[in-house]
C-alpha cells in the first residue's frame, strides 16, 4: 500500500516493498497522467483529488508529476490540488524534479504548471509529455529517473 493515513488524517507517502516512493503525481478523474506513471513501474503516490481526502505528505525526495490544467492559462494551469500539497513546507522541501504532462494544443503554454512549479520550487523541469504519452516517453522517463536518482546526494 502506497498511501497510509496516520493518526493525523494526513496521508504519507510510505515504501512500496522495499522500494522508495520517489514519484508523486496529481492525476484528474479522466487518469491520463496515472496511466502514465503506473507504465512507469515505479513505487509512487497520488496526491488526493478531493479536499475532503487527508492530505499527502511526503516523507523523503521526489519528482511531481503534473498535469497543466485551465486550457494553458497561468493563472489556472496547476491543479488546485497540487497547490495545497506545495504550501506545505514538508512537501516543498523534499521536491527535486518536476515532470510535466500537457496538450500541445496550448502552443506556449504546453507544460506550464511544470514550468510553474519548477520556477517557484527551484528544481529543474525535467520532462514533457503528452497526454498520456508515448511508449517511448515511459521509457525515456523510467531511464531518466534511475539515472536521476544515482546522481542525487
Not at 6 to 33: K, M, P, W
Not at 137 to 150: M, P, R, Y
Amino acid at each position: 500500500m502506497l498511501l497510509q493515513a496516520d493518526s493525523t488524517r494526513e496521508s504519507t507517502a510510505e515504501s512500496a516493498g522495499s522500494a522508495a516512493v520517489d514519484i508523486i503525481y496529481f492525476s484528474s478523474l479522466s487518469g491520463n497522467t496515472k496511466r502514465f506513471v503506473e507504465k512507469l513501474g515505479r513505487p509512487a503516490a497520488r496526491i488526493p483529488l478531493y479536499p475532503k481526502d487527508a492530505p499527502l505528505v511526503a516523507e523523503r525526495p521526489y519528482v511531481l508529476v503534473v498535469p497543466t490544467y485551465g486550457g494553458g492559462i497561468e493563472g489556472s494551469a496547476v491543479p488546485k490540488q497540487v497547490i495545497r500539497f506545495l504550501n506545505d513546507e514538508r512537501n516543498r522541501s523534499l521536491i527535486r524534479g518536476v515532470i510535466g504532462a500537457g496538450n500541445t494544443n496550448f502552443g506556449e503554454a504546453y507544460c506550464l504548471a511544470g514550468d510553474i512549479i519548477a520556477q517557484k520550487c527551484g528544481v529543474p523541469h525535467l520532462y514533457r509529455f503528452e497526454v498520456f504519452g508515448t511508449p517511448d516517453d515511459v521509457a525515456t522517463v523510467h531511464e531518466g529517473l534511475e539515472e536521476f536518482w544515482k546522481q542525487q546526494p
